[in-house]
């Protein structure tokens, strides 16, 4: 399709391998050019289905949109069209349609070129060929649903996303994968509040155009459930919903009469929110310890190629904002199990649900007084005195600073369920009832606010920080 004419040169020539040479003279739409462009396109689609109604990739579709442009004419193709295998399953998240393959091979070569995997190959000549798995082989590598998004056309198929929604109907919001700290950077794809489905966007400085399948599909974890819509208190029976106003007054009477203060913040929750939550808890204990949640695991060689040993992308911006005693996750959640702390304030993680749980409740039990931040009622919830229901990564606006210290922006897909809270609310209402003046309302404006007090931030803003994130050290906005 990427037929060129060269003056001087009897046949057309491809333009992706022809070297450019001084004074050569290229024609991309000439007659003859467009001619044969016409005819490449009428040979793909010889064999091609009429799968367009029912195929997931219509809307999304290269050979669609190739034939718009560049044939537009009715196949004169009037024999038998080949068949092939339909609905073949290759991997745990991918489905193959041998009828729809086009055999570019950019399956197979992504396979053999980028994870070393090489479980697919072309098999037979002509129009016997088609793509094939090695016998006894399955898709089933960490980056494996990244073929779905190469294949240009719908012969490669999200086994998740298929049948769910047609494309022209979702809505798409930029943002940044939380699944771990590479901060890989995602098209976030939603239809009626809920999200269909992570696309990549390319951005070669962090991901280059790949996703692994743990962040593609990390969705499901961290937005499901039954969501948390008011807050809780503890009464002498349980937990019981309450009004904001009553809770964030317990929060900070509780809090700092508890003694000794320990704060938690996931690594999921966003700079502009570290940067309050380190704020407040200052502010309510000058010697508090404060850590962002942080474990790592074993990664395979093919997850090396992406994926960061942790689950927490934004572990580095919220040290950075303060949520930092120095002493680091595990040594603070040693000190909560031997009883050192009266007063605990943990956002965005359920601690019990990384061990066996019973070390960490028994460890809520030494604490005088616990306060959760969460979307659901998770088991950590369950033990607390005061429950705050928040907001998750797609419904919130904000930055991630990832592992190499790019700072990247988040933008909200989802409207946050009536009831809950944007996590930056509730600290700035703590803040305010805690007798802090503050300036700020939305993330922007905080972001303004931390740019001016966290010395390696400085000089960066929203507009700086674009859609494809800016390296912390260079350069940025002025700071003047
Ligand atoms: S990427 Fe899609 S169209 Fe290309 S060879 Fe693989 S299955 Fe066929
Ligand atoms: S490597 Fe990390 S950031 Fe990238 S898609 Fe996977 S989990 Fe998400």
Not at 135 to 140: K, M
Not at 213 to 224: H, I, K, M, P, Q
Not at 407 to 433: M, S, T, W
Request: aromatic residues 8%; charged residues 25%; proline residues 4%.
């Amino acid at each position: 399709m990427c037929l060129i004419e060269i003056e001087k040169m009897p046949k057309l020539q491809i333009a992706c391998n022809t070297q450019v040479t001084e004074g050569m003279t290229v024609l991309t739409q000439s007659p003859k050019v467009i001619s044969v462009r016409k005819a490449v396109m009428e040979f793909l689609l010889i064999n091609h289905p009429i799968d367009c109604p029912i195929c997931d990739q219509a809307g999304e579709c290269w050979l669609q949109d190739y034939y718009m442009k560049h044939d537009l004419q009715d196949s004169r193709f009037k024999e038998r069209k080949e068949r092939d295998r339909k609905r073949e399953i290759f991997g745990p998240n991918v489905v193959f349609d041998g009828e729809r393959c086009i055999k570019c091979t950019r399956c197979v070569r992504f396979l053999d070129e980028i994870t070393h995997t090489g479980e697919l190959t072309v098999d037979n000549r002509s129009d016997d060929s088609t793509i094939a798995l090695f016998p006894g082989a399955v898709l089933d590598n960490p980056l494996s649903a990244n073929v779905v998004d190469i294949c240009p056309v719908g012969a490669l198929t999200d086994r998740d996303f298929r049948f769910k929604v047609r494309v022209w109907y979702l809505q798409k919001t930029p943002s940044i994968c939380p699944g771990c700290s590479t901060g890989c950077n995602i098209s976030v794809e939603h239809y009626q509040n809920r999200i269909a489905r992570f696309k990549p966007r390319i951005n070669e400085a962090v991901n280059s155009h790949w996703l692994c399948d743990e962040g593609r599909y990390c969705f499901y974890d961290l937005t499901g459930g039954e969501r948390l819509t008011t807050p809780m208190i503890r009464q002498e029976g349980g937990l019981v919903p309450t009004t904001w106003e009553i809770a964030l007054r317990a929060v900070v009477s509780g809090l700092r009469s508890a003694g000794s203060l320990a704060g938690i913040l996931s690594g999921r929750n966003t700079n502009e929110e570290a940067f309050l939550f380190a704020k407040l808890m200052k502010k309510l204990s000058p010697a508090a310890d404060l850590e962002v949640f942080y474990q790592e695991r074993e990664l395979t060689e093919v997850e090396q190629i992406l994926v960061s040993p942790d689950r927490s992308p934004n572990f580095r911006g919220a040290a950075e904002m303060g949520v930092s005693s120095n002493g680091g996750f595990e040594p603070l959640m040693q000190k909560l199990a031997a009883g050192n702390y009266g007063g605990a304030y943990v956002v965005g993680e359920d601690l019990t649900a990384a061990n066996d749980n019973q070390s960490e409740l028994r460890a809520f039990g030494k604490l005088s007084f616990l306060v959760v931040q969460d979307i659901r009622l998770t088991e950590t919830a369950k033990a607390a005195h005061v429950v705050l229901p928040s907001t998750h990564f797609g419904e919130k606006e904000g930055t991630y600073t990832n592992r190499k210290g790019r700072v990247q922006k988040l933008n909200a897909a989802l409207v946050a369920p009536e009831g809950a809270l944007q996590d930056c609310e509730i600290f700035i209402r703590l803040l305010e009832a805690a007798g802090e003046r503050t300036s700020y309302s939305t993330a922007e404006e905080i972001f303004q606010a931390l740019s001016q007090e966290i010395p390696s931030y400085r000089g960066l803003n929203y507009d700086v920080i674009g859609d494809q994130g800016i390296q912390l050290g260079s350069g940025g906005a002025d700071p003047s």
